[in-house]
């Protein structure tokens, strides 16, 4: 199996593989390929918070000409997986190949596929009217990977966020930053620019052991390729491995009252709203309860939401109120392009700042 994953959380998505379980798990550049059985692509598309998708790995060869890639795609057992109704719709991406056509490659790939089918299935037509089989390929430096997608939705797609406001941090990149600032049960969590509340769910997730995908479905439940109860087996697991006990609590604000009781409302869909306390405030008016905390937050910048003058501003305010009172009492994590993008001739720099 295949696991793609934003670049830079290849380590983040290896761990929690191995510890699901996962064997000969090896990282990529953006994608982590590991081995198991049925449980653990249901567990991985259940549990994984850092990838995007989880991937059947169907094959993986070099091909130079179109007629490599036709020959060798043919040959991949497709009906073990297709079944004569089933929809199976063909993309991926071509990097640094001498196949660089995308489209090209396409056309190939899915006429290799029915060609198989048609032998296989003795029939010259694919009315496609059935559960979707995403077929999924990538070719860098001419080798090639074919795929199957057994997630649907990208996994970033918990399910409690439908409704989100302007410029939202990707639930995946939430839970990453989350976990590198080493996020534990016990802690007291903020976010004073919470938004539609991603960071403060996928903190409260994290620290509780709360499953990202304990609530959704994926596009694999529709094949018939894993029993019933492997689903029933790894969703109870997923229960039992709750933390029941914690002293986890999470502070968030904002000054748009919207964003508030929109991540009240989020919070609430995924069962993490008992953890989260919630204000309508400004940042000038951040005054940590704790002594002690994790502070993670992905404020407005340039890009994003503000102009040059308004985010100088901004992190001017940022860099007084997050002071560190003492040593380990207060860390900052936040996307590095957020300093950056403030100017690009001089970057925020602070001690008060621990960046990710």
Not at 59 to 88: C, H, M, P, Q
Not at 134 to 150: H, Y
């Amino acid at each position: 199996m295949a696991a793609p994953c934003l670049m830079g959380t290849e380590g983040l998505v290896s761990d929690e593989l191995k510890q699901m379980g996962a064997e000969n798990v090896c990282a990529e550049n953006g994608r982590v390929f590991f081995e198991g059985n049925e449980n653990i692509l249901a567990r991985a598309n259940i549990n994984s918070r850092f990838s995007e998708r989880i991937l059947i790995v169907l094959d993986r060869f070099k091909a130079l000409t179109f007629t490599e890639l036709f020959d060798k795609v043919k040959i991949i057992n497709w009906s073990d997986f297709i079944g004569s109704a089933d929809t199976f719709p063909v993309k991926g991406y071509s990097l640094n190949s001498a196949l660089h056509s995308v489209p090209d490659c396409q056309k190939i790939i899915k006429k290799a596929v029915v060609e198989s089918l048609k032998e296989d299935y003795g029939i010259s037509w694919f009315e496609e009217s059935g559960p979707i089989h995403q077929i999924q390929f990538s070719i860098i430096k001419n080798d090639v990977t074919v795929m199957l997608d057994t997630s649907g939705a990208g996994l970033h797609k918990r399910g409690y966020r439908p409704e989100a406001n302007a410029a939202p941090i990707r639930e995946t990149l939430a839970a990453a930053m989350c976990s590198l600032s080493k996020l534990r049960h016990y802690h007291t969590f903020y976010d004073p620019f919470c938004g539609s509340g991603t960071i403060l769910i996928e903190g409260a997730m994290l620290a509780n052991n709360i499953a990202p995908g304990i609530n959704r479905n994926f596009a694999v439940d529709r094949w018939g390729f894993i029993s019933e109860n492997v689903w029933k087996e790894e969703r109870a697991r997923c229960h039992e491995i709750i933390k029941t006990d914690t002293d986890f609590i999470a502070f968030g604000s904002d000054t748009d009252k919207n964003s508030v009781e929109l991540t009240l409302a989020n919070a609430k869909r995924i069962k993490a709203d008992k953890f989260i306390r919630l204000s309508v405030a400004d940042i000038r008016d951040f005054n940590p309860s704790s002594e002690k905390g994790t502070l993670v937050t992905n404020p407005p910048y340039r890009e994003r939401m503000l102009d040059v003058k308004e985010s100088e501003k901004l992190y001017k305010i940022m860099g007084s109120k997050f002071e560190r009172k003492k040593a380990g009492a207060m860390e900052l994590f936040l996307p590095m392009k957020n300093l950056k993008s403030v100017s690009e001739e001089k970057p925020i720099k602070s001690e008060n700042f621990i960046t990710v």
